[in-house]
Structure formats: C-alpha cells, structure tokens
C-alpha cells in the first residue's frame, strides 16, 4: 500500500496516521518531492475512475497562473500539467496492493482504502 502524500496537508496527515495504525509496512511516497510520472499518474487515475481535472486543487495559485479553469479537458495535457506542477494533485491518495487506489479525503475513503 502507498500513500501519496504531503505533510503539510490536514487531511493527508489524518489519512497517514490511519494507515500507520492499520496498515503497517505501508510506502509513504511525498509526491511533490518525487512527482508522479505521466504513466504513473494515469494509472492511478484509471485505479480511481477519475479525470486529471477532477483532482486538480483549482484554488492553488499556480492553477490561477496557468488559466487551468478554462483549459480544454484533454487528459494528456492535464497529466502533463499534473506532472510538471506536483502541487496541484489533490491528496491524499491510496494505493493499494490489489490495484485500487482512493482520494482519500475523508473517513470513508480511509476507511474503504483499508478494508
């Protein structure tokens, strides 16, 4: 099990501290120190059923910078973006042994990554 995560963050810590008490032996990857690669990032984002857009953090003012708000939806050049700009993915995300993975937000993504 992996956790993508980022220490400043509430909700990533919340979601570490649940994994560290569960799910021992887990890899806590910091992704803006080791981004995703392009592949990487699209499997995971086939493992949750989602588009890059959708786990794109809007509000960080390097989005702003970017006009990611109105950028066309293509998945490939919002990976990219993703990629090059590690702290615009939302997180926590989960990634279990058994090929799911979760935006683990919230006590029942948490929840749901450990069971």
Same mark, same amino acid.
Do not use: F, G, M
């Given at each position: 099990m992996e956790i993508w995560h980022n220490p400043r963050c509430s909700k990533s810590r919340t979601a570490l501290a649940a994994l560290d008490a569960a799910a021992p032996g887990h890899t806590v990857r910091r992704y803006l120190d080791e981004p995703p690669t392009a592949a990487e990032l699209d499997e995971v984002l086939t493992r949750l059923d989602l588009q890059p857009w959708e786990i794109t953090r809007l509000k960080e003012p390097v989005a702003k910078e970017l006009g990611l708000a109105g950028k066309p939806k293509d998945r490939a050049a919002w990976i990219a973006v993703l990629v090059a700009n590690p702290v615009l993915i939302e997180r926590p995300i989960i990634v279990t042994d058994d090929g799911r993975a979760? +935006? =683990?937000?919230?006590?029942? &993504?948490?929840? =749901? &990554? +450990?069971?």
């Open positions: 979760y +935006l =683990a937000r919230t006590q029942e &993504a948490i929840d =749901a &990554a +450990l069971s």
